[in-house]
């Protein structure tokens, strides 16, 4: 029903702005080149209010926020919703993936990392006599699983975040009863099928 409720919302506003619904989650985006581009992307905020406001669909505005991205962004420029002016940011999570202005994806990936990092703590806690079968089955479950979301998005480029998620991997061989005392090296000869993802 709520699909339905707001399924002509990007009919509405494509003559100024480009609509992305998923669920609740709505963004909103232009490409601008121009100052008038500005104008146009304002507009196209001014029609989504007015969408909103015929539909009593109240906005919380404080979760409303502009992020730019590009070379040469006028950053000075305010957007307004409900003649409140829309908070800029330089990071913002988006459908559990977080994104910053250069499109590094290093925030998302320090935030996976210090999560991925107490699960093989907690694995071995609660599983101190795992064989190696059910093993890879906790790791898919508590470690692996937070690093395969979204990562056709965000997979790392850069040497020094590869290595970073690398170390979780390294970390979690050491868990297996059967290679604990091989090197990370020896372990992948070893081949213990762990399947740990390769970036």
């Known amino acids: 029903m709520f699909i339905i409720y707001i399924n002509d919302l990007p009919d509405v506003c494509k003559q100024f702005i480009n609509v992305y619904l998923f669920a609740d989650d709505t963004k909103l985006y232009k490409h601008v080149i121009t100052n008038d581009g500005h104008q146009v992307l304002q507009k196209g905020l001014n029609t ?23 070379r040469d962004v006028n950053y000075e420029y305010k957007y307004y919703l409900s003649s409140t002016s829309l908070e800029s940011v330089d990071v913002i999570k ?22 991925a990092y107490s699960m093989p703590g907690l694995i071995k806690r ?5 064989t190696e079968k059910e093993f890879v089955t906790l790791y898919k479950s508590f470690v692996r699983s937070h690093f395969q979301y979204a990562n056709s998005v965000w997979n790392p480029y850069r040497q020094g975040l590869t290595k970073d998620l690398e170390k979780i991997q390294m970390r979690a061989t050491k868990l297996v009863l ?10 992948e ?7 740990m993802i390769k970036w």
């Open 189 to 195: 000869i070893a081949n213990i099928e762990i399947q």
């Open 48 to 70: 989504f209010q007015e969408w909103s406001d015929r539909w009593l669909l109240r906005l919380n505005i404080n979760k409303c926020k502009i992020a730019f991205y590009g």
């Open 178 to 187: 059967t290679v604990k005392r091989l090197t990370y090296k020896e372990t």
């Open 94 to 115: 988006d459908l559990g993936v977080v994104f910053d202005s250069e499109l590094s994806f290093v925030s998302h990936c320090k935030e996976k990392i210090n999560r």
């Open 126 to 130: 609660n599983f101190i006599y795992s």
